[in-house]
């Protein structure tokens, strides 16, 4: 992705910002929009309404229903043959990552242009039917992703709603150390150092000031399977772990961790993180912490499908399909531990605005699709901070909706067909 192929798409993004523009002023004036299609799924009770209508004024919905109000002069927009649903929620995603070598990317391409891209990922996202998303660290680029959401909010371009962490934070020689390089070239971590628990609060006081909304923290690294086992290697202490979410609490703040497997995701449940993203390996102690205490497992599954197909060599391809085989029956276990769940898809490696195969490889490896739908809406919500606004389609939440053909309980792999997109009232795809 270099410069011949970021330029037409910034013409594509001018148009489409142009589109936005003239759909915002629309919204602006409150006027009354009804949604009419085939079917409505309510997601938290699992029920699908024939026909399914809502009511949209300005930004916010105020009626659902098989047959909602139709105000005088009401734009009336019949989607036919589909099923209107919430917007999806992708809480773990990498918007300055495309395709390719992923640590050449922070040493050949400037912040700025990763910026530009990190646009053009966003819109991509959110025409596919993400309306809000997390993204879980810049790779490099800071805080960055600050611009980004602000710009998104102000609609000046299109995107999902989104929670940023700035830069991730790391040990020195950890997980994102560009630790095969040449020492003497003094190639940058793509994360923020934090050796102790003073450095670990310094960090996210300067995320915070740089407008993080949450705090992402590398907990494990490397990941190892060898005779069918898997392991990893811990970077922080429960102690240090306890530290930086003190921290992070007396901001506000919450803090996630990548983190693969023990000991490290059983430092992270016990120290009170808000979910642990991957969790390849959870030991019987730390799935019963992370039920007691509601912390989310983010699987990511498709990131770790795309290598197993995607790397170079086959014997990397080997190792990943292995890791993608231990995860599988590792995840089946969490279910049965009643570990709650929530959708996130480590989109960027792989091409953004195809995310939506996580929720089918959920199902997949043993997740009913209607569990699935609310681990990605009403776990998605919480996760981000804002259940009772995003997740479902109630009077009061922000008019973030879908539609796609078919029944998304019965095909999940209808989610990869969205037809229409609304978020906060302002239709961006019809």
Not at 241 to 266: D, F, N
Not at 373 to 384: H, I, M, T, V
Not at 392 to 404: H, N, Q, R
Request: net charge negative; proline share 5%.
């Amino acid at each position: 992705m270099k410069k011949l192929r970021v330029f037409p798409a910034l013409i594509t993004l001018t148009l489409a910002c142009a589109l936005i523009s003239s759909a915002q002023s629309q919204t602006d004036s409150a006027h009354a929009i009804v949604l009419h299609a085939a079917r409505l799924l309510d997601v938290e009770n699992g029920r699908i309404s024939k026909p399914g209508e809502v009511l949209v004024q300005g930004e916010r919905i105020v009626e659902v229903g098989s047959k909602v109000a139709h105000p005088a002069g009401a734009e009336i927009i019949d989607l036919g043959d589909s099923t209107l649903l919430p917007g999806l929620i992708d809480a773990h995603v990498h918007l300055f990552l495309h395709p390719g070598a992923e640590d050449l990317q922070t040493v050949e391409e400037s912040v700025p242009q990763r910026t530009i891209v990190a646009t053009l990922a966003a819109r991509a996202d959110l025409m596919a039917g993400f309306t809000a998303e997390r993204d879980m660290g810049t790779e490099g680029a800071g805080s960055a992703d600050t611009a980004v959401r602000n710009a998104i909010d102000q609609g000046l371009v299109p995107g999902p709603r989104l929670r940023i962490s700035g830069n991730a934070i790391d040990i020195l020689g950890g997980h994102e150390d560009a630790n095969r390089y040449n020492p003497a070239q003094h190639v940058l971590s793509n994360a923020t150092y934090a050796n102790n628990p003073a450095e670990l609060v310094t960090a996210i006081r300067e995320q915070v000031k740089e407008g993080a909304d949450f705090i992402k923290i590398y907990e494990t690294g490397p990941d190892i399977v060898r005779d069918g086992r898997f392991s990893t290697t811990y970077q922080y202490t429960e102690a240090e772990l306890k530290a930086a979410i003190e921290e992070a609490a007396r901001s506000g703040k919450r803090v996630a961790v990548h983190a693969t497997g023990e000991p490290g995701t059983l430092y992270a449940a016990r120290a009170g993180v808000v979910s642990i993203d991957h969790a390849n390996q959870l030991s019987d102690e730390t799935m019963r912490l992370m039920r007691d205490k509601q912390i989310f497992a983010v699987p990511t599954f498709t990131i770790f499908e795309y290598f197993s197909e995607h790397n170079d060599s086959a014997e990397q391809r080997a190792h990943d399909r292995q890791m993608l085989d231990l995860h599988a029956i590792e995840f089946r276990k969490q279910l049965a531990a009643g570990v709650p769940m929530a959708v996130g898809s480590d989109v960027g490696p792989f091409p953004h605005g195809t995310q939506a195969r996580d929720l089918e490889l959920m199902v997949k490896y043993g997740m009913p699709p209607l569990a699935t739908l609310q681990a990605d809406l009403l776990n998605g919500a919480k996760l981000l901070g804002w259940q009772g606004q995003i997740g479902e389609l109630k009077p009061g939440y922000f008019a973030d909706v879908i539609a796609v053909p078919g029944d998304p309980i019965q095909d999940i792999t209808v989610l990869q067909k969205v037809s229409f997109v609304m978020k906060g009232g302002v239709v961006y795809r019809k």
